[in-house]
């Protein structure tokens, strides 16, 4: 299943430890774009890659920032355009609209965050990323170097001497 | 392309814990399986017991809202008691998955999938009630705050309203939730589950592919639905709990309605999470993931949620007494002793008395003790809530004092809002992986993977 | 004024009308070129006439919408009623709407067939003509034009006998005003002369000889002097009227003229200034009985009894004492009023009530003889039902060869008739009654009439060829024969008939003189064996107005029933004979028996079994087959002794009111005290200290008010209710039922705490007291802080500019919180969609929404009253005066209890009102800020000393 048209080379590696190994490697041979796939975010893997920090905690707060304010506008905008009095009330009593502001606050967070999780890691999508190999979601982990030609021979070895298991052409 | 995984193979199960990350996938994907007869049986008496609650909804729907016990002093019935009951049960979910992850508590893990899994249910099954309670529910919508022709919007300062607003933004969060939890085990699912139920999984799994990319986002969009989720279950309840003590009612106007509320909802919502493990626990055979530690853990949580509704219970009758007020006064004497005495002492000891049990550790660690307890505490749970509806019974006005009892309709409803939930809980134990493979595997020490493999 | 124009369009379009709701037609509601005299769309056209539901003959102004009338009311000129009126007069709308209306002619001879009018009058009068002047007329009450068509036709046909029948016809009273007074006239009273009434067993406050006229004259002299106007009720059982007295003396029914005489004795012993004939006289008609033998003889303490006359003697300068059920009690009391000079201030021979036109009992039993013996062949019987009423009366008529009733509704005796034919309700026809000397009252068509039945004039006009239009007779007979001569406008007859009353003029009083000669009373022993005791119910009067689903709905004051026929019992008894609320019994008199469901009344005495009369029905869908008719049990009297109970051990729910009788010293009807109140649980001392406030912004108050003043536009309509006027009456909510298009529910929906009603009594007992009863009329308090508007998450209720708490039913979703959260539990929620039994939806108010399942409603301080008045008010352009808007409910109390206005104009009677020590708010530690201020009852002292 995880076959795809884009040629390179894909390493199996059996456990966490050697494929963080692998990942420094082929990085200091200079390789920038590759795909490690992993049962779980290893934090060694995830050490040996050193991404920065994810961006969607900004997503996130502007999303809560957004529905804060939509909901204090919405629940203004609604005692105002009829000025109703209720159990003596002042019309504009925002005290019990925290509430909403809150629940408002919440939910558009959360959705933001959602949808950014998705809009980050490229998803949805139809087919699994270049590579991808259902043991990875077993207990394998992998690396995938898209190269042609002559690179191939250099990144397989590259790959088998830092304890691939298998290697695969694609 | 590989034959060294059999996906369906289930192998040796151990008794404690588990071997490495092949044997996870086995045993948990190994439950989605193919459905038996008896499996089908029981579903469809879920079905029928849903179809009971459609029928009684339609009768109310044509006849009026008469064909419940409502009635002029107590003018909410069983209805709004089981939409307090059911958002309760949903508690637990977002608790366990939500604080306990911020709080590390490892024991969550195990769980967390189908406690979650039951929020989602229990809000469902919550959200239908003050829906159908409604005298004209053909018009329900107008509590939506959708621009119209006449500017006519929800007044925003209704208990209902924030009701409105909490519940379902409860629902969406807790849903995501959920779903963002699932993604890569509905992958797992895809990989390695045969047929064409790999199709679904596929869709479902978004085309997940374990790469670094993924993992990077997920795990901070994770934490942040954790954080923004443990606001929102205590809002949640103290939101429901103001549909009663933002009124005037004796025995409602209470300023510790919100904090008991949601100790009782956590209270319900454990012990429901035990009725529903303890058989899944057996019948799925993962003795070795939810293990008696975990169970024991949560037994101890639920003497610590007892014991806060205990002084609930005893400090709003205390307060009830001091503030010397005739109403309030005669409000909790009739719950020690008088009209709603049974309610009320059913409630207390169900939910108070019953865990005390759970200081014993061999009760603890008894599954037979543990079930036992969850149904009794789900029965005081639901008496809490009866006990506060038919507190309207005698209010201020002696001359306006009336009697409530259930009638036929609202007991159909009641049971068959039982198996509407029941019916998702058994599709779901049946068709999705009921325990977090992914966490699982987090909880494995590498040592015990690398062992099989040794360094090259 | 083309009226014959008028009523030939109203009739047809009312029958239109009639169609359009439900029957398929093609035809407009109302034609609009040319439109019909006297209709407009949307403006109400008033009628005056007079109100036939009791001999009293109230004048009313009936309200016709569209060729419908939708609402009765007191004529404001009547000299009689005043404006107000009753429960029973409010609900006779739905005599004309009713759907037990006899629609056509029936002949039961040979196989019941309908006829047709020509068939049936010819019929009518070969039977009367074969009788050979064997004939005879027994009707209820009727006098002037309906009396004179009668007495025409029957003297037609060669008959003599026209007899009148009532089943409460005060044949005591008259008796005793013959012994004493040499006339059997029942004399007009004024009893707000009187500066101490002592009632024996007369409940004047609700059905005795004029209670309308009574509650005016009885509010009258206690706001002449609300602390020396005195009120001693003695009696078998508490009846409203007793609940509002100073001091309810229980004495065993059948007993009133020992307690009667006793009183006598008493006065007699405290030197009461007569002169020496009238002492002679009255202590002959003693006969030496003692005061204390007496006294024992009726079990009351004989303290309280010269207590009473002490104070009848002493205090009082015109004390008056009434009386009903016992000739022996009525001619004590004639002496009594006599010696004490009461009568002559308050009663006033010279213009005796119509009750005097009636036949006497022993006439009655003679017509019942020949009506057994046959020297009566042929009987029309109008507008009364003796079978029902008249025991002894079915056995007689089966003798009779030919029945024929005229009638407008099912009735027993419909049942039982040859012929039946159906004649119009008074409400539809032409007619005058003349409710005492001085006072004739016009009966007037208010509008079409609803069904083909006929008039009376027309059934009665010779046989063959078309009768003389009923309108045109009437006018032709005119003035004198009808009564109207010696009006000062007599001439003016559309002017009479435009004011619904003539006031011919009548003898100048005259001091009656003292005739009784060899009479003495003779005083028996004490009864030890239950007594049964059938009284004039409130709401159903003799039974004539029971078969009404309003009235069997209003519940009873102070047994707070609805829906049933009952038998009142004393716990204590209760107890003795183990019998428990809702057992079903067989009471048996030596007359007859009956079952009945047991009410356990604390207001009744223990030796006693009070029966309302008016159930016991085998006709009537609203009556039929529920309790039993007290006549039977006593054959017409008030009492009937050695009575037995034996349960039948069957059971019905009772379908009372009252989740509590008692309010547990929360003060929801609150009353100040002349003398030192009784000991009560120290709680109640949280409610006493607020003051009233009126909800007006002007009242703000920093220490207690959270949100700023809210300013009201141009009024602050409110109410203020007097507790110490409220004789629990239930006028208001009739009237309420009427105005507002309030639902019938029926007796399971109201054991299920779903009446409808928008406004009710409030009925609690207090311990330790006497009479110990306090009404309270709750409705909605349109308070300020509304706690039911902020719940609802639509703003279907909420305030408006001039103070109302407004809901609005289209905006209602149904989520019940605002009847929840509202202290008072006035909010009444459609838990089912009601509907009319057809024609009875004729009389929906237009004005009003007819509300839909699913919505809550309440009372709306008639709004739709409050816009008609603003609509008059911006034309004129003014404001709206005070007292210009009434609602139903106030309009038509007849103790004045209620009054309505606006607190924003500091000179209206109710700010005045509410300015007074009494006024306080139900609930007011809620600061919900009503709009009702209530008036506390005044608890008085009655100076008999405790006993």
Known sequence: ?170 | MNETLAPTAIGDIPEEGVRDFASVNRQILGNIKVTTRQWWIVLGILIAGVGMFLSCEMNQFFHGIGVDGMNNPTFWGTMLVNFVFWVGIGHAGTLISAILYLFRAKFRTAIARSAEAMTVFAVMTAGLFPVIHLGRVWVFYWLAPYPNQRELWPNFISPLMFDFVAISTYFTVSLLFWFTGLIPDLAAARDHVPGWRSKVYRVLSLGWSNNQRNWRHYARSYLFFAALATPLVISVHSVVSWDFALSIVPGWHSTIYPPYFVAGAIHSGFAMVLVLLLPMRHFQKVKNIITMDVLEKMAKFMIFTGLILAYSYGFEIFVGMFSQNTFEMAAFLKRLSGFAAVSFWTTALCNCLAPVIFFWKRARRSVPWLFLVGVLVNIGMWYERYLIIITQRQTYVPFSWGDYFPSANEIGLTVGAFCWFGMWVWLFMRFMPTISIVDIKEEIPHAATEAQHGHV | MKRRDFLKIAGVSTALTAAGCGFPTNQKLIPFLNPPENIIPGIPTWYATTCRQCPAGCGVWAKNREARIIKFEGAPEHPINRGKLCARGQAALEDIYHPDRLIDPVSRSGGESRLTWPQARAMLHAQAAAAGGKVAVLSGLETGYDAALLNGWLGGCGGTRATMFEPISYDELREANLAVYGTDDVPALDLSRSDLLVSIGADFLETWLSPVEFSAQFTAARERDVRKTGFVYAGPRMSATAAVADRWLPIQAGAEAHFAFALLAAAIDAGVSASADDLLCARAALGGAKTEDLARRCGVDEQLIRAVARRMVKEASQPYVLTAGSADAAIAANLLNHLTGGVRAVADFSRPLAYSRLARRAELEQFRKDLESGAIQALLVFRANPIYAWPGFAEAIAKVPFLAVIDSVETETTAKAHLVLPVHTPYETWGTYEPRRGVVGIIQPTMGALHPAAHLQQILAPAGGNPEPVEQHFARLGGAPLGLAGDPHAGDFRGLVARGFATPASGAATAPELKLTGYQFTAIAPRESLTVHGYPSLRWYDGRDANKNWLQEIPDPLTCMTWDGWVEMHPDTAAKLGVAQGDVVEVETRHGKGEAAVFLYRGVHPQTLAIPMGMGRSAGRYTRGSGVNPLALTRGRASAGDAKVRLTGRKIRLAHTDGSSQQFGREIARAIYEVAPPERPETEAVHLKYPVRVPIAANHDDKVDIYPPVEHSMYRWGMVVDLDKCSGCSACAAACYAENNVAIVGKERVLENRIMHWIFIQRYFEDGENPGVRFLPMLCQHCNNAPCEAVCPVYAPHHDSEGLNVQIYNRCIGTRYCGQNCPYKVRRFNFFKYTRTPPLNLQLNPDVTAREMGVMEKCSFCVQRIKQARQTANVEEREIRDGEVQPACVQTCPTGALSFGTFLDPASKVSRLAKDPRAYQVLDELNTRPGVIYLKKIVRDDKLGKA
């Open chain 1, 1 to 170: 299943m995880a076959t795809c048209d884009t040629p390179g080379v894909l390493a199996v590696f059996p456990h966490g430890g050697i494929c963080a190994d692998a990942v420094r490697a082929v990085k200091q041979a200079g390789r920038t774009k590759f795909h490690v796939y992993s049962p779980i975010a290893d934090h060694r893997v995830v050490a040996a890659i050193g991404q920065k920090v994810s961006p969607l905690g900004l997503i996130t707060l502007a999303g809560a920032l957004t529905g804060f304010l939509s909901a204090i506008g919405l629940t203004s905008y609604a005692a105002a355009s009829y000025k109703i009095v209720v159990m003596g009330k002042p019309f504009l009593s925002w005290i019990p609209w925290v509430v909403i502001d809150f629940e408002f606050t919440i939910l558009f967070g959360c959705l933001s965050n959602f949808i950014g999780m998705l809009a980050l890691s490229g998803l949805p999508r139809r087919r699994t990323t270049p590579g991808y190999d259902p043991r990875f979601s077993d207990d394998k982990y992998g690396i995938f170097v898209p190269c042609e030609g002559v690179e191939r021979e250099q990144v397989m070895s590259l790959l088998r001497e830092h304890g691939a298991a298998e290697v695969h052409e694609q």
